[in-house]
């Protein structure tokens, strides 16, 4: 490996590791199984060095690897929930952040991940469906119900009036 492979690999990891971490939370609740589907989508980008057209197409296909490794953590056998909601908020800055981020939390795991992505890390409905390997109008379904669910819970809770 060169100088310059390895400046690459350090500077994307430096850029995406905390965003693929955080997702990685999110869909397995576990840290050290988050921490594993992080560092193994950095080797496959080693492995695979595959060109991108933008930053935006390097972060795709990593968030798309952390997925998909994500989703077979959830198959293993050994997968079991472990941690807790509060230290996946611990990764949130801001109070408020926090706040809806519990809420986001208590979403069943098929929308708890589209919210994340759409609201969080900024993807669009076509994006995440290439992301998530889905039809871009489950992914449209997903994110009104899960907005709609999310409303409902945030209503109730008193953060604000329908």
């Known amino acids: ?11 994307a990891y ?3 590791a905390a965003d693929l ?18 560092a193994d989508a950095f080797v496959r980008l080693m492995e695979y060095r595959p060109k ?9 296909w990593l968030m798309k690897t952390t997925v998909n490794i994500c989703k077979n953590l959830r198959k293993s056998v050994l997968f079991r929930r472990v ?5 996946v908020l611990s990764y949130m800055s801001a109070p408020e952040e926090v706040t809806i981020m519990e809420e986001v939390l208590s979403l069943p795991p098929e929308y708890r991940v589209i919210i994340y992505m759409h609201y969080y890390q900024g993807y669009k409905s076509d994006e995440i469906a290439a992301i998530l390997g889905m039809n871009k109008n489950t992914v449209l379904s997903r994110l009104s119900r899960g907005r709609k669910k999310l409303k409902s819970i945030l209503t109730e809770g008193g953060f604000f009036y329908a």
């Open 1 to 11: 490996m060169t100088d310059a492979d390895r400046e690459y690999y350090s500077e």
């Open 83 to 87: 941690i807790t909601n509060d230290e």
């Open 52 to 60: 991108f057209e933008n930053d935006a197409h390097e972060k795709a």
């Open 21 to 38: 971490y955080r997702m990685s939370l999110i869909y397995l609740k576990k840290r050290e199984d988050a921490e594993e589907a992080v």
């Open 14 to 16: 430096d850029k995406y």
